[in-house]
């Protein structure tokens, strides 16, 4: 007798993670990251899932002995308890992706970007009606689409520099010098009804310099890190505030953050390779249209000005303009600042200003929402030109000054705004569909403001 029990003791002791502990089951996905966008096809939450779920599981039958257990009897359960969690690790695989709650319905999310070596964590993502009120994916609780917004911010250009080829190396770490994180959290707080991004996420492209303690330790390249340090982190507080319009930027060009623009952000389904250019989409809301371009890149690989292109983008957007209406670029049409690298004044972008000559915009257009240039800007032109607005100061290095440009594209400016310092822009509407734009800066605090009442803009 005594000799049977020290063998019992032995066999349960040859199991010790799986009997006298806790087992792990894998329960519904639970997103990390979550948030609301438009897309070509409609609204669509999206989701970011880890692709391991772990939990314990209480009241595990394997964590006490029994007395009574034989060896047989302690194998049998050993074997059922490995039977059950395999079965749940295959229905994880079935059904990957967590389920989203939207005024009392459950709807299922669908992968829409499975993991890779390099990105590790599953997109889900799911399209939801205009009208939703309540949304929520387990505890996170994202504030619905209004269909007449009234408070909108504009924001772009938010990566932190790493950049080999020019030399710039921003301080990553210190948010006085990289103040996106800070910016986002200003954005939250001010509670808006839509968040407009004009481009450029990303910038980590090279190891930042040993002995830099300005940006020590940055991940960088293509992969999940450089995207959650870039942006995921930093732009979690607003990321549930309020649903995005999120435009491709340079930087989600193919021979940069292409790769990471499609599986995140793009407002199509994901190609299988990633695309140099695609086609323009739209947005009807109940006061304002919006009209959006891809303009990541301006010349082909030979070199080619891409105006054509640029202007069958406009033909195809051309008839559905039929009331109040903006055009989203990250490029600005017509924008003036210096280039990253310099301190000469630049005038762009001279491939839109061709496309615009061939297929004119329509009426409607009264506003040119861009980024590109780092800094903000507000211009009036002297004639039949929509004004353009240049938000483009959200976190990534600053242009140097330059005086200010007297006309662009053979048309003089009538009156201009510029700020050289981080910040975002704030639209609010009145009654009417006027629309007052005013510079923040990093605390949110308001510097200077113009109001846009139907073509025509009033600088205080």
Request: charge should be negative.
């Amino acid at each position: 007798m005594r000799h049977t029990t020290h063998r019992k003791i032995a066999t349960l002791f040859s199991f010790p993670a799986l009997i006298l502990h806790s087992y792990v089951t894998c329960a519904e996905p639970v997103p990390s990251s979550a948030w609301l966008q438009y897309t070509e096809q409609g609204l669509e939450v999206r989701a970011l899932v880890s692709t391991q779920v772990d939990t314990l599981q209480s009241n595990n039958p394997m964590d006490k002995t029994d007395p009574t257990d034989t060896d047989e009897s302690v194998s049998s359960k050993v074997n059922a308890l490995i039977s059950k969690q395999k079965n749940q690790l295959n229905s994880q695989s079935q059904d990957p992706c967590p389920h989203v709650n939207v005024d009392g319905l459950t709807l299922s999310m669908q992968v829409r970007s499975a993991p890779t070596s390099n990105f590790p964590l599953r997109v889900c993502s799911t399209h939801i009606p205009d009208n939703a009120k309540i949304i929520t994916l387990k505890d996170i609780v994202l504030s619905p689409a209004i269909s007449s917004p009234k408070r909108i911010v504009l924001v772009g250009d938010t990566g932190c520099r790493l950049s080999g080829g020019q030399q710039h190396y921003q301080a990553c770490n210190n948010t006085s010098v990289w103040p996106f994180a800070h910016i986002a959290s200003r954005i939250a707080e001010y509670n808006p009804d839509l968040i407009i991004h004009t481009g450029d996420y990303i910038y980590r492209e090279v190891a930042c310099p040993k002995g830099n303690a300005g940006c020590s330790g940055s991940p960088f390249g293509h992969n999940q890190s450089t995207w959650d340090a870039d942006w995921f982190i930093p732009a979690a507080p607003m990321l549930t505030t309020a649903p995005f319009i999120f435009i491709r930027g340079n930087h989600e060009g193919c021979d940069k953050a292409g790769i990471g623009w499609f599986r995140f952000l793009s407002p199509r389904a994901k190609p299988d390779i990633c695309q140099a250019s695609t086609p323009p989409w739209f947005i009807n809301l109940d006061m304002i249209q919006l009209g959006i371009i891809d303009s990541a890149i301006i010349v082909n690989e030979q070199k080619q000005s891409l105006a054509p292109a640029f202007s069958q983008q406009l033909k195809t957007l051309a008839p559905q303009y039929n009331k109040p209406a903006w055009l989203l670029s990250h490029r600005p049409f017509w924008g003036f600042g210096a280039s990253d690298t310099g301190t000469t004044l630049t005038k762009q972008t001279s491939q839109l200003q061709a496309a615009v000559k061939t297929s004119p915009l329509p009426e409607f257009i009264n506003l040119i929402i861009s980024g590109h240039i780092h800094l903000a800007e507000i211009l009036d032109f002297d004639g039949n030109r929509p004004v353009q607005v240049i938000a483009g100061n959200g976190g990534n290095m600053l242009v140097s000054r330059t005086p200010k440009a007297i006309k662009i594209d053979n048309m003089a400016i009538k009156q201009s705004k510029v700020l050289y310092q981080y910040g975002f822009i704030v639209m609010e509407s009145d009654e009417k569909n006027d629309w007052r734009l005013s510079f923040r800066d990093v605390e949110g605090r308001e510097l200077e403001a113009c109001l846009l009442e139907e073509d025509q803009l009033f600088c205080e």
